[in-house]
C-alpha cells in the first residue's frame, strides 16, 4: 500500500513552534512536486507550501516568513518548520504528494492521514 504518513502535530501557545513531518512508505521509490495543506473546522483544505523535487518553494501569503518547507529526496520525507504560530494557524494538516514512483508504476495525489496543530492564544 502506498502512502504518506506525517508526525509531529501537537499543541502549542502562541509565538511558538513545531516542526512536521511526512514520510513515504518504503515501497516508494521517489516523490516528485511535494506540499503541506490545511483544513480548519468549518472551512476548505488550503494550501499551505509547496516545493519541487529540485527545491524550489511556494507559500501562501499568511504563512510567509514564519513557515519553511524542506524535504530530503534520500529519505522521502517532507518537512514544515513552523514558527511564529497565531492561533488562526489552528488546523489538520496534510502532506501531499503530486506523483510518486513505486514498484507498480506510478502514483499520483497521495494525502496523508493528517496531523492536528492546536495554537492556544
Known amino acids: 500500500q502506498v502512502h504518506m504518513v506525517e508526525s509531529g502535530g501537537g499543541l502549542v501557545q502562541t509565538g511558538g513552534s513545531l516542526r512536521l513531518s511526512c514520510a513515504a512508505s518504503?515501497?516508494?521509490?521517489?516523490?516528485?512536486?511535494m506540499g503541506w495543506y490545511r483544513q480548519a473546522p468549518g472551512k476548505q483544505r488550503e494550501l499551505v507550501a509547496t516545493?519541487?523535487?529540485?527545491?524550489?518553494?511556494n507559500y501562501t501569503d499568511s504563512v510567509k516568513g514564519r513557515f519553511t518547507i524542506s524535504r530530503d529526496n534520500d529519505k522521502n520525507t517532507l518537512y514544515l518548520q513552523m514558527n511564529g504560530l497565531k492561533p488562526e494557524d489552528t488546523a489538520v494538516y496534510y502532506c501531499n504528494a503530486d506523483r510518486v514512483a513505486t514498484m507498480w508504476g506510478p502514483r499520483y495525489d497521495i494525502w496523508g492521514q493528517g496531523t492536528q496543530v492546536t495554537v492556544s492564544s
Open positions: 516545493i519541487t523535487w529540485g527545491g524550489a518553494t
Open positions: 518504503e515501497n516508494i521509490f521517489s516523490v516528485d512536486d
